[in-house]
């Protein structure tokens, strides 16, 4: 019986911890800003893809710059596309400095289909943004610009 009570006694500790209970819970936030990206191809381009670097400056409530690998494909359809990327954020999201990781899944359709995934990767922010999750959004009008939903778990604080 005493078992049995120990495991359930561990397991509501665990899930309060994952949960944040006790913490005063995590508020989203949101950051805006653009980037400015220069891309620069890594290897020949084969019938399947094409690999590129690229380096980002951003510049709002992100300031600093990245760095990162991207993979594109072309579709036999001209205007549908599709591309993987990871890119490592160095500076400060709301004055708040550190690092961390973004991962990118994107589809393009011809016609104007786009579906992008942008994520933070968990547990990969560093100082002061330990603890931080989030998606990102990216939208170009004449600029490339982005808004990061994300929240910082206050037990990293």
């Not at 760095?67 to 594109?72: E, V």
């Not at 596309?81 to 359709?109: P, S, W």
């Amino acid at each position: 019986m005493f078992e049995k009570r120990g495991a359930l006694a561990m397991g509501a500790a665990f899930l309060v911890l994952a949960l944040g209970a006790g913490a005063g819970g995590d508020v989203e936030q949101h950051a805006k800003g653009t980037f400015e990206v220069k891309l620069t191809p890594v290897t020949d381009n084969s019938a399947a893809s094409a690999r590129m670097s690229s380096v980002k400056t951003y510049s709002g409530d992100l300031i600093g710059t990245s760095k990162g690998d991207m993979w594109t494909t072309e579709s036999g359809v001209k205007g549908s596309a599709g591309y993987v990327a990871i890119e490592k954020f160095e500076g400060t999201l709301d004055g708040k400095h550190g690092t961390f990781t973004l991962m990118h899944h994107a589809t393009m359709r011809r016609g104007g289909d786009f579906q992008i995934r942008i994520v933070v990767v968990p547990e990969s922010g560093t100082g002061e943004l330990a603890g931080l999750s989030g998606t990102m959004t990216m939208g170009e009008k004449g600029f490339h610009s982005y808004t990061l939903d994300y929240t910082i778990a206050q037990t990293s604080r």
